[in-house]
């Protein structure tokens, strides 16, 4: 063995006599802590005093707790205030209810007028229509018959005649006449009513 390895075998011994040297005071402390064995007292004897406490014993002592009171039991939470307010909101929304109702009724209402004034009004303009065009079918017929009468007279008459009408009567009659018999009535009439009749024929003719 070298006597480089002497350091180490000696820690090593040094530990386990310091092992063996704790563990021989444990058992001693623990021999020491352990209570003695009292002698069994003789009858008439007088008792034997209590063992005075050493210090670093312990001694245990019975704790005495004072009993739990009962938790108390929760009230209900219903203040006089709280209720009267609830029951004022309870009023209002009542009253704004009733206030809706009230409200969808009449526009309910406002909307069977409505409806029935729509009716009123498209019957109305139904039976409008059918009189416009019915005086439009007689506008037309009376159109054709003044043609008629026109057609029969000398041009130089029916210029006459045709030169004291309104420019859109004038215009109908002469559509409804024959583009011949047109142009021999125009001849007889001055230039500046031709030219009137001519560019109404050709607006009415788009």
């Given at each position: ?77 219903c203040a006089p205030e709280m209720a009267a307010r ?66 029969s007279m000398s041009p130089k008459a029916a210029a ?47």
């Amino acid at each position: 063995m070298s006597w480089r390895g002497t350091p180490i075998w000696f820690a090593l011994g040094l530990v386990l006599a310091l092992g063996k040297l704790a563990v021989g005071g444990m058992e001693a402390w623990g021999k020491a802590d352990r209570p003695r064995a009292q002698p069994p007292s003789m009858p008439g004897a007088p008792a034997a005093s209590k063992p005075a406490s050493t210090p670093g014993r312990t001694v245990k002592r019975k704790v005495v707790r004072a009993p739990l009171e009962p938790w108390p039991v929760p009230q209900p939470f219903c203040a006089p205030e709280m209720a009267a307010r609830i029951k004022q909101r309870e009023a209002q929304l009542k009253e704004r209810e009733e206030a809706l109702q009230l409200r969808e009724k009449r526009l309910a209402e406002a909307e069977r007028e409505a409806k029935a004034l729509a009716d009123t009004l498209q019957a109305q303009l139904a039976a409008l229509d059918e009189k416009l065009a019915a005086l439009a079918k007689m506008r037309t017929k009376r159109i054709k018959r003044l043609a008629a009468v026109y057609a029969s007279m000398s041009p130089k008459a029916a210029a006459a005649a045709i030169a004291r009408m309104d420019l859109d009567t004038a215009v109908q009659v002469l559509f409804a006449m024959e583009e011949r018999r047109v142009g021999k009535i125009l001849s007889e009439l001055p230039p500046k009513i031709v030219v009137r009749l001519t560019r109404g024929m050709a607006r009415a003719a788009r």
